[in-house]
Structure formats: structure tokens, C-alpha cells
């Protein structure tokens, strides 16, 4: 998938500081679309709070 949406768009770039494998960074005010940058921040969200121990996941949702 992060090779397509390096493809697709040039706001999209290997993660800065970050694993290059897994992460990306998106620029914005470039040529992503807000609705894509919302679809990939919880995207992101997800995958991160579904790594974590069920205490923590259940403080996320109480905020």
C-alpha cells in the first residue's frame, strides 16, 4: 500500500525518523486529499492502539 500512495501522490514520502517499511509521511497542503490524509491518520490510530495492553486501549476510548 505505500508504494501505491507514493505512486499516487507526491505529498506522501518514506516516514521521516520513522521505520520506512511501515511508515510514511504525508505532507499536507500538497496533492493528498484531506478525506485520504483523515483515512490514513486512523489508519495509523488503529493499528498502533490494537498493539496496545486492553488497560491502555480502554483509557483511549474514555477520552
Do not use: C
Request: glycine content about 4%.
Amino acid at each position: 500500500m505505500i508504494d501505491e500512495l507514493q505512486d499516487r501522490y507526491e505529498g506522501v514520502k518514506p516516514g521521516y525518523h520513522m521505520n520506512k517499511r511501515y511508515w510514511i509521511s504525508v505532507y499536507f497542503h500538497s496533492d493528498v486529499p484531506a478525506d485520504e490524509i483523515r483515512r490514513l491518520v486512523r489508519q495509523a490510530y488503529e493499528t498502533v492502539a490494537s498493539t496496545l495492553p486492553k488497560g491502555q486501549r480502554e483509557r483511549l476510548t474514555a477520552m
